[in-house]
């Protein structure tokens, strides 16, 4: 089998972990637990979501730039998006450049979310499921 798949996999999961991580840091560093929490509690979800939802990118980001179960992490975080797509952006339009960002980026990173399950870590992963274990 030709390696090219396995590397394409994993320069999809290092960037898909990248944007995950650099989320739940802007929300921890920037935004801080304390806004965050805030600002999912004026959505109507009660505030303990946004730190909640911190902590989830930032795990699942490192996981997926580590390759620990990649497929399986990549599904668990399309939530997280369908999240920002249905209360925050999805009323906003397609252009994420429109006023409050629209929704096309987050469709776009449930698009890769999905791709990276069927494609599984890639290479160079620290923990693979037993159906990867025969074929990277």
Known sequence: MSTQPLYAATVLR????????????????VFTPEGTAGFFSSLGLPGFFGPLTMGVEI????ALIL???ARWVAVALIPVLLG???LVHGANGWGYASEGGGWEYIAF???????QFFLGNGSFALLRD???????
């Open 59 to 62: 795990i699942g980001g490192i």
């Open 109 to 115: 990173l449930i698009a890769a979310s999905v791709a």
């Open 67 to 69: 390759g620990i179960y």
């Open 84 to 86: 920002a797509w249905i």
């Open 14 to 29: 290092i960037a898909l972990g990248a944007m995950y991580l650099a989320h739940g840091l802007l929300k921890l560093l």
């Open 130 to 136: 037993r159906t990867e274990a025969a074929t990277a």
